[in-house]
């Protein structure tokens, strides 16, 4: 696996076969920073900005952000054994300053260290995470204005209804869903 674009273009990111494990391919990681980019024009949202990555597995998502400005990840990972993949490959890539990570359920998280302009989540696909990731970004009342919450989840995946209306831009590339919301 590999960083597609920016500053850390092609640097390997190292994985482990597991079963829990599913990091977001090179296809949907793209269609994620087009999607910003272009579609939602939020080219301003990576200057001194935070971003929170809820699962962050290999941490591929926040690398390529940081690859292409964003300034900081929170990156949450559960499992010891990811995690400690997820540490060797911030060191090699030497993004230590722009990232801090933990190892912790992110539901068990009563406060995190910074507002955050930007959220990924893309929790384990059965085991009904998202409404409830989604609803404790909420709670905890981490988001800056104007903020967005991209969620990486099933084709058939529905998001809560009371969502609904938070919904900036929705597509599916083969069996993975990309939703983007806003929140003022």
Request: charged letters at 25%; a positive charge.
């Amino acid at each position: 696996m590999i960083i597609t674009a920016g500053s850390l273009k092609s640097k390997k990111i190292y994985s482990i076969k597991n079963r829990v494990l599913r990091p977001t391919l090179n296809k949907i990681r793209q269609a994620i920073f087009n999607i910003l980019l272009h579609s939602l024009e939020l080219d301003k949202w990576k200057k001194e900005s935070y971003m929170l990555d809820a699962f962050a597995g290999t941490g591929i998502v926040s690398f390529e952000a940081i690859s292409r400005g964003m300034f900081h990840s929170t990156l949450i990972e559960k499992d010891s054994v990811i995690y400690s993949v997820l540490q060797e490959n911030i060191r090699n890539l030497s993004i230590d300053d722009n990232t801090n990570t933990i190892n912790e359920n992110f539901f068990n998280l009563k406060n995190l260290p910074h507002q955050y302009k930007l959220a990924f989540l893309d929790p384990p696909y059965n085991e009904g995470l998202l409404n409830a990731s989604i609803e404790l970004i909420n709670d905890l009342k981490i988001l800056k204005k104007k903020s967005l919450i991209i969620c990486e989840t099933k084709k058939s995946f529905q998001i809560k209804s009371e969502f609904n209306k938070y919904i900036k831009h929705e597509k599916c590339y083969g069996n993975t869903r990309l939703i983007f919301l806003t929140f003022n």
